[in-house]
Structure formats: C-alpha cells, structure tokens
C-alpha cells in the first residue's frame, strides 16, 4: 500500500527558513497536501498542490513537488515561534487521505 | 464554518471497561473517519463511514468497532479497553471525494488514557 515518510522533528531559528520534507511510494492522487496540527488541537489543511504543478508558493509557504523522485517539500519562510506545530504530509487514495508520521517543529529564539 | 466536535478533550478509564467515543459533524459531509495518533506513528485510520450504517475498516480495527445512525454521528467503541489504547483519537470529516480537492476536518481530539 501506499507508505508516506517524514522525519520526526526540526528545530529552527525564529526568523530563519524551515524545509521539511516527505517521500511517498506510489500516488494516483490529483492533491497532495500539507496539514498542520497546533498544540492540544485537531489537523487543520494548511496548503496543497496539484499534482501536474512542481511548486505553488502562499505568502510564506512554498511547496515544491518532484514527481519523479516522489518528494515533497515546505518551506516556511521567516519562520516564526506560532509556527511550531506538527506538520504532516498526506496524499489522497480514494475518499481516504494517507498521511505521513507528521515532522514536529519546534522554533526557538 | 465546518464543526467537527467530540464528546470530550481527556479520558482516563479502567482496563476491562467499554469505552464510547462520540463525534459530531454539522456539514452534512457523508464521510466520517476516526485516526488514532501515536507519536513516531502518525495517523493511523481505525474505521471508516461512507453512509449511514456504512463502515469500511481501516489499517488497525482490532480491538474497535463503530456505530453511524445517524448521518451527523459517528462512534468509536472500545468493547473491553486495554492500555495499549492508550492514545490520542481523532475524527475527522469530508465530503465525497470527487476529481477536485479533497479535504478532511478534524475534531480537536479525545486523549484518552487506559490504566
């Protein structure tokens, strides 16, 4: 079955550039997207890309797709502590969304 | 705004005991989704509802079962909680999936603790 990877934590900088990335096995899915989960709180959609795009950019959020190694990644600019948070990855097969083990960011003065 | 509510933020219940999870959405959205979230592990689907009375199991629903009467309502039942149950439940929400964007809401979450 379909298997998404990231890696579990990155620690940045406030004010610096935070990359985090994943890796899927095998997508049909039209979507991918980014989902953020905030402390004590439920997964909110963050930002998506549509798979016959390579990058979309939203204020400071850049999300880069490469079909061919099957990678996705985001870049969050200037980087700020009310980023910290559990991003997760998820692709979309069928009516269910298959999600990454979500990478924790934490943001430090 | 789309609301997804769950019956309560914080468990705590015996080994042994019949645990029910509630979970309300006001969007008449058909799908009805419950993940467990365990750190290092991700989301991981329990069971799935495409309908009232519809259910679809997901990657782990040993030890689970599920109730949709109704179409807003979907309940995740733990007959006899053991506590490797421990965890965090979430719910979550969508309409049917058509060819355009897809997107699921979540409740804030029911951490529910197994002693």
């Known amino acids: 079955g379909e298997d998404v990877e990231q890696s579990l934590f990155l620690s940045v900088r406030e004010g610096d550039s935070s990359v985090i990335n994943c890796t899927y096995t095998d997508s049909s899915s039209t979507y991918l997207y980014w989902y953020k989960q905030e402390p004590g709180a439920g997964l909110q959609l963050l930002t998506y890309i549509f798979s016959n795009m390579d990058m979309k950019q939203d204020q400071r959020l850049t999300v880069l797709l490469n079909k061919k190694d099957k990678h996705l990644s985001l870049r969050i600019a200037d980087t700020q502590t009310g980023d910290s948070a559990i991003y997760f990855c998820?692709?979309?097969?069928?009516?269910?969304?298959?999600f990454g083990t979500g990478t924790r960011l934490q943001v430090f003065p | 705004d789309v609301k997804v509510t769950q019956s309560s933020r914080y468990l705590v219940k015996r080994t042994g005991e019949k645990v029910f999870l509630e979970c309300v959405q006001d969007m008449d959205h058909e799908n009805m989704f419950w993940y467990r979230q365990d750190p290092g592990l991700g989301l991981r689907l329990i069971y799935f509802s495409y309908d009232v009375k519809m259910k679809e199991k997901g990657d782990i629903p040993e030890g689970y079962s599920v109730s949709r009467e109704k179409k807003e309502r979907f309940s995740l039942i733990l007959e006899s909680a053991s506590t490797n149950q421990t965890s965090m439940y979430l719910c979550?929400?969508?309409?049917?999936?058509?060819?355009?964007?897809?997107?699921?809401?979540f409740g804030p979450g029911t951490r529910l603790t197994v002693t």
């Open positions: 979550a929400s969508s309409l049917r999936g058509g060819g355009g964007l897809y997107e699921q809401y």
């Open positions: 998820a692709v979309r097969n069928t009516d269910k969304l298959i």
